[in-house]
């Protein structure tokens, strides 16, 4: 989502339209004279609740059994890291 960029002046005077738009997800920019000053961010919501979200919208589907630990499928024989090898396949 976008941010909403929003003056000293107008924040104060209209700070509750504002905590909605947080509430929704959305950060506030406070500017002061067009500079960016401060931020008002949401809450972060734990991984439970998203995981509850997401079975409530029906996007995952899930038993709430653990899931079993799985061993790697690739294994890295060279002596550089994987991140390493990530960056220079980037380049």
Do not use: C, F
């Not at 002061?32 to 995952?60: F, H, M, Q, W, Y």
């Amino acid at each position: 989502m976008a941010e909403i960029k929003v003056g000293i002046k107008d924040l104060k005077a209209n700070l509750s339209r504002y905590m909605r738009e947080v509430k929704k997800g959305r950060s506030v920019v406070i500017t002061e004279r067009g500079v960016p000053i401060g931020r008002i961010i949401p809450k972060r919501i734990s991984i439970g609740e998203r995981t509850e979200a997401l079975i409530d919208a029906g996007i995952l589907q899930w038993n709430r059994e653990p899931l079993k630990p799985t061993m790697p499928t690739v294994k890295n024989s060279s002596h550089q890291l994987i991140s390493d090898l990530v960056v220079g396949m980037r380049e």
